[in-house]
């Protein structure tokens, strides 16, 4: 079970990512984020991504079952001008597809890190994004409505269903 976490007083390098097997207390697994969000791994479980919100960075790490997640580097860098990363998951073909807060869109990114897709949506404050449906086709992308005055964005809050042509992972289950 992974687990992100954050500095409220945004302070870069105070927040981690976790492993928890179910039993003790859980372990660090990586530090020197300000906001872990969006954790996911690639379908052959062979990599794993995680954001750290707000320095727009998406770091992909290598998985080893005993070693965790290693070798981290940048997977794609966002100008905040462009939005803030927030949520994330990964599909059948390994794309990254990510949530854009304050960028009314979610960001497909393919397992290289090159821009492939943008669906957008007609709010501003996109929070997180993931499959779902009978087959998986479904990206179901939610939005937040925090701070915002009741005339403004006034569908802020909702939840979006796109069809984006491919299919996201089952979900794993908690083995702890």
Not at 35 to 58: E, K, Q
Not at 121 to 146: M, Q, W
Request: charged content about 20%; overall charge negative.
């Amino acid at each position: 079970f992974w687990i992100g976490t954050m500095s409220y007083e945004r302070v870069e390098g105070a927040a981690a990512v976790y492993r928890w097997d179910g039993a003790g207390e859980p372990v660090p697994a990586w530090g020197g984020a300000t906001i872990a969000n969006g954790l996911g791994f690639s379908p052959d479980g062979s990599r794993g991504y995680w954001i750290d919100t707000p320095t727009g960075r998406v770091t992909v790490f290598d998985y080893d079952a005993e070693a965790g997640l290693v070798e981290p580097r940048t997977f794609v860098e966002i100008p905040a001008e462009q939005g803030h990363p927030d949520g994330l998951t990964v599909d059948a073909e390994g794309g990254v597809w990510v949530a854009m807060h304050r960028g009314s869109a979610v960001w497909r990114f393919d397992e290289d890190g090159r821009l492939s897709e943008v669906i957008e949506v007609p709010v501003s404050k996109v929070t997180a994004c993931t499959f779902g449906g009978p087959d998986l086709g479904t990206l179901y992308i939610t939005t937040s409505r925090e701070n915002l005055p009741d005339d403004v964005e006034p569908a802020s809050g909702s939840v979006y269903a796109v069809e984006p042509g491919v299919q996201g992972l089952e979900p794993l289950a908690f083995k702890g």
